[in-house]
């Protein structure tokens, strides 16, 4: 079954076509890479598929469901999670208050932080639990402005994971990072469940290429290539492209 459909989604800003006639879809469990040069449309695309933004015209599906006029809202409860380019965290709040609001977020029960503790122990519970997992206990306490750069995206990663998506839409989860943290970071997406479907933008191809079963391709707005690695290592229209020759 495919976790995405993607039919002829297009979307402009004004005059620029952002996205363009882009259709694709990716199987349930599998992970995609998505790369293509800077203004290429990748975080246009996550923001199509999260809702973010409204498509101009196409369509979405989600585990075959049309999801193109769903809310940010209705689809995360579908199971759809996604980080940012720019990290997201709560600066004013620690690491395990940003954590627990989103587990909150994902959890039936009301909640507010002001609550006796008890009431909410479910989610304190596995706040810690993923904490622990995560090699992320020294930080809990922290405010999210004062823990490193590094710190806070593998932070923005754990709340997408967190709330135990279907669909997580990772951008640029590497960026920025150091080449230690960014191997923690490959880890911490490698030892994701398989059920879980995971769309992946990143420049870093060598880091990126062995974490994806297929790759797909932008470049200004229009979807170029698609395949495995090989393939898309061997294709001369992205060669081309990465080389900056048109
Ligand atoms: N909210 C917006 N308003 C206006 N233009 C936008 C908006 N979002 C994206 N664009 C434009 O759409 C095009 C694609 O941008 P997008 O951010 O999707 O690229 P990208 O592939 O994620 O690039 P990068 O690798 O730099 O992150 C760019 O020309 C960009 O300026
Ligand atoms: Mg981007």
């Known amino acids: 079954m495919s976790a995405l459909v993607v039919q002829e989604l297009s979307r402009n800003f004004g005059g620029v076509q ?9 199987e349930a469990g599998e992970r ?10 990748k975080t246009t695309l996550f923001n199509l598929l999260s809702g973010i933004f ?5 369509s ?4 075959g469901r049309d999801i193109t006029r769903l809310s940010v809202h209705e689809r995360a409860r579908m199971g759809l999670a996604r980080t940012f380019q720019i990290t997201n965290l709560f600066p004013q709040l620690t690491v395990f208050e940003n954590l627990l609001l989103a587990l909150q977020a994902a959890d039936k029960s009301a909640f507010d932080l002001q609550r006796p503790m008890k009431a909410n122990r479910h989610l304190y519970e596995r706040a810690e639990v993923l904490l622990g997992e995560w090699g992320l206990v ?13 710190e806070q995206r593998q932070v923005d990663l754990l709340l997408a994971m967190a709330v135990q998506p279907k669909v997580l839409l990772l951008d640029e989860p590497m960026a ?27 420049h870093d191809m060598d880091i990126a290429f062995d974490l994806a079963d297929r ?4 470049h200004q707005g229009c979807l170029i290539a ?13 060669s081309e492209i990465y080389l900056g020759v048109e």
Request: no cysteine; aromatic share 4%; hydrophobic share 40%.
């Open 18 to 26: 952002a996205l363009s006639d882009v259709s694709f879809s990716v």
């Open 176 to 202: 920025g990072l150091s080449a230690a943290e960014s191997v923690r970071v490959v880890g911490m997406i490698r030892s994701l469940p398989r059920e879980i479907t995971i769309l992946l933008i990143e």
């Open 215 to 218: 790759i797909t391709v932008l």
């Open 54 to 58: 409204s498509a101009s015209n196409g």
């Open 32 to 41: 995609r890479l998505i790369i293509g040069p800077n203004g290429a449309g």
């Open 60 to 63: 979405i599906s989600m585990f």
């Open 226 to 238: 698609e395949g495995n690695g090989e393939e898309i290592r061997g294709n001369p229209q992205v």
């Open 138 to 150: 020294p930080v809990s306490g922290k405010f999210a402005r004062e823990i490193s750069y590094g």
